[in-house]
């Protein structure tokens, strides 16, 4: 007997085993959301709580966070506001509390063990580029940055 099966965590109902995940060997869990998909999650991430729904119902707190968020309504589908005054995206230009590599628009993927290193203008990449080191792809990027804004920012 497996004590996860027939369980419910928030939204989602444990149907049956999924495998196991290769990163840290939990077990994973195929789940019935409420809203009626399927997801795979680890049971951790079930029983911690940190998993409480295929995605929909951050979906949907999202959707009610921005009916009450006048700013946000002011500025609906005005893309104008993602970039600054030189058409770069604010994302490709400041360091988030998500970024774990310290240095903005380089990334790794644990998959391939790769690092990535990106800059998008007007809404394009123009440096998509993947490097085994991640020195390279440092240096890829500032001298993308030296290209586009003329400056390493």
Known sequence: M???LGKRFARLLVLKRAGSNPNNGNALWLCQCDCGNQ????GYSLRCGQTRSCGCLKRETSRESIKHNPAFQKNVGNANNLTDKDGINYTSRDLTKRNKTGVV??????ASETWFAHLMINYKYVLA???KDFDDAVAARKKAELKYYGKNR
């Open 2 to 4: 497996v004590p996860m």
């Open 129 to 131: 580029k993947s490097f």
């Open 39 to 42: 997801v795979v999650v680890d």
């Open 105 to 110: 628009g380089v990334s790794y993927d644990k």
